[in-house]
Structures are given as structure tokens and as C-alpha cells.
């Protein structure tokens, strides 16, 4: 099991997620956090210990391990957000980490509350609704460019594509080789990496 002191030490992410298509497969690394009412969340997105900024371990093995770093907000405040599409409570909205460190990190201290994260954020829900979702080979990929082009600046003088990977991992493809459906619940023998705490995947392949 992932420990805290391994996250914060190591990647700064809660989770890993991919997006696995017939041909590509993108992949993110997810950092959690609460967002509600009048709260300062500001000493939560700039937690630190003697290894420095969680948000600063996350943005670095984000590049490493080329995935789109994110952070997902829990919240049950009604408030605007990049989309205005959604519906009035979604429970969880991601935001580029790179915005969230440029926003409320950089610069003077000052209070950050829930409406101000979800003002860059996107519900999660979004992701499968939006024509963007459905253009590249399957993969979420435009989504992503068009609500957190912070993400992707670094690559637009560079072939690669930020998050995208023409190959999965073995421990994504032992996920997409079970039949958890059938067997109940996972088996012991399958393990994630201690680089995060829990793995999401999204099959989209045909």
C-alpha cells in the first residue's frame, strides 16, 4: 500500500489513471483534495515536508513519467466552472496543476476557497460528455488541450505528446486481462506501484 510518507517524498499523487485505446493510451497522475464552502484550502494545495511542495513532487514526476498532472476537487458547492454545461452538483472537478501552482502558489499567500478551484475546473462527468473527447484516436486528448492548455505548453516545440504512450505498463495490462466482474473481487496477486496509492483505467478500446 502507498504511504504518505512515500507520496510525498516520491510523486505527490494520489492516483494514476489511464485512458487505454485500441492503438495509444494517455495517463495521469491525480492528486485529491477537499473543496468546500468558505475553507481556506490554501495550506492544503501548498502542503509541504523536509521534501519539499506536495504540488512540486507532483508537477516533476508528472514530466517524468509523461502524464497530465491534475488535481481532483471533491466538492459539493454549486459554482461556476470552465464548462457550463454541467449538472448543478457533479462531486468531483479536475484542474491542471499546473494552473492551481501558477494561481494560488506563486505570488503572495492569500485564501483560496472552493469556488475559486472550481472556476478552473472541469466536473469529471465532462470528460465523457464533450465532443472533444471523441476526435483522436479515441482518446481524450483534445478535452484536455482545450480546458487545461497549461499542461501541454511545454510541448508545442516537441514531437511528443504530453500524456500519450504507445504502450501500457505491465500492471495496467494485468488490470485489463482479469475479469474482476467475474472473479468478485480483485486477486492478491495482482500489486500497483508504491507511487500512488490507488489505479484507475478507462477501457475505451473497441
Not at 483534495?33 to 481556506?40: L, S
Request: charged share 25%.
Amino acid at each position: 500500500m502507498f504511504s504518505r510518507h512515500e507520496e510525498a517524498r516520491s510523486t505527490g499523487a494520489d492516483w494514476e489513471w489511464w485512458f487505454v485505446s485500441n492503438n495509444k493510451s494517455l495517463r495521469l497522475r491525480v492528486q485529491a483534495k477537499k473543496a468546500q464552502g468558505t475553507k481556506d484550502l490554501y495550506s492544503e494545495i501548498a502542503r509541504t515536508n523536509q521534501h519539499g511542495l506536495q504540488i512540486d513532487k507532483l508537477l516533476a514526476d508528472a514530466k517524468k513519467q509523461n502524464a497530465i498532472p491534475l488535481y481532483a476537487f471533491f466538492s459539493s458547492e454549486i459554482e461556476p466552472t470552465l464548462c457550463r454545461g454541467q449538472n448543478p452538483v457533479e462531486g468531483v472537478y479536475l484542474a491542471s496543476a499546473t494552473r492551481v501552482y501558477g494561481d494560488f502558489i506563486v505570488g503572495a499567500r492569500s485564501k483560496v476557497e472552493a469556488k475559486d478551484v472550481l472556476a478552473i475546473s472541469n466536473p469529471l462527468s465532462c470528460i465523457t460528455c464533450c465532443p472533444l473527447s471523441q476526435r483522436e484516436d479515441e482518446l481524450p486528448l483534445n478535452y484536455f488541450r482545450e480546458y487545461f492548455p497549461e499542461e501541454f505548453v511545454a510541448s508545442e516545440n516537441s514531437n511528443e505528446s504530453i500524456g500519450i504512450h504507445n504502450q501500457i505498463p505491465n500492471y495496467v495490462q494485468a488490470l485489463l486481462s482479469r475479469d474482476f466482474a467475474e472473479q468478485g473481487e480483485m486477486e492478491d496477486s495482482f500489486e500497483i506501484p508504491n507511487e500512488f496509492k490507488a489505479l484507475l483505467v478507462f477501457d475505451l478500446r473497441s
